[in-house]
């Protein structure tokens, strides 16, 4: 069964480091989206990417964020200066539209360490 | 504006006995409602979703719009139902908004 996965599984960082997490979705799958979740917080919503653009984003995700889809497989998240607040599980999902549902499925995550 | 409930952050029942995981939503439009589960240390599985009113692994959810629920539940817990479970609600475009979260835990 196709998944989602991304690299690396951990990484720690140091403040103001720039750094790239990536995803690679399941292939059919149009829908791309970013979460995160703080230790002992629950899974908060970040970014979602349609066509190749973005579609909607929180609040969180300010300017120090982007995504990319580089190429046709890869899905990445790029924090530009890392914060020790940016320190958190994040998680990479994929979607396909199936009689108007958006299914999620989701990657292992990326554990941030910032120190 | 939308949000997602689950009052319990720590359900703990022994083997065989019934369980539910109580769930909340706050939406202004139709909802859809979805259930996710992680065991240790795995990805947020997909458990069920609302609209195909299915049995998965002996769970069932049930939407409720007059009490604005979906609470989860099997009639005899096992003791590999032990994680933790997500209520999430998806809005247009496929945000989704997730609950707390309950950890299950099944005692032999």
């Known amino acids: 069964e196709p998944e989602v996965t991304q690299t690396p599984s951990h990484q720690v960082t140091q403040m103001g480091q720039e750094v790239i997490l990536r995803c690679v979705p399941i292939?059919?799958?149009?829908?791309f989206y970013w979460y995160r979740q703080i230790l002992g917080q629950k899974v908060e919503f970040l970014v979602s990417f349609y066509n190749n653009e973005i579609s909607e984003k929180s609040e969180i995700f300010d300017d120090q964020f982007s995504v990319e889809r580089p190429d046709g497989s890869n899905f990445t998240l790029k924090i530009r200066s890392t914060k020790l607040e940016d320190s958190a599980m994040y998680f990479c999902?994929?979607?396909?539209?199936?009689?108007?549902?958006?299914?999620?499925?989701f990657g292992p995550g990326t554990r941030l360490t910032v120190t | 504006a939308q949000r997602v409930t689950q009052p319990e952050k720590l359900l703990s029942v022994f083997k065989g006995a019934p369980v539910e995981l109580k769930c909340n939503y706050s939406?202004?439009?139709?909802?859809?409602l979805f259930w996710y589960v992680q065991y240790s240390r795995q990805r947020l599985q997909l458990l069920l979703r609302?609209?195909s009113r299915e049995s998965i692994k002996g769970f069932t959810a049930d939407l409720n719009k007059g009490e604005t629920s979906f609470h989860l539940k099997k009639p005899f817990a096992q003791e590999e139902d032990s994680a933790m479970y997500y209520c999430?609600?998806?809005?247009?475009?496929?945000?989704?908004?997730f609950g707390q979260g309950t950890e299950l835990s099944v005692k032999p």
């Open positions: 609302h609209i």
């Open positions: 999902a994929s979607s396909e539209l199936l009689r108007g549902v958006y299914e999620q499925y």
């Open positions: 292939s059919n799958h149009l829908y």
């Open positions: 939406y202004s439009g139709s909802p859809e």
């Open positions: 999430a609600l998806s809005q247009e475009g496929g945000k989704l908004i």
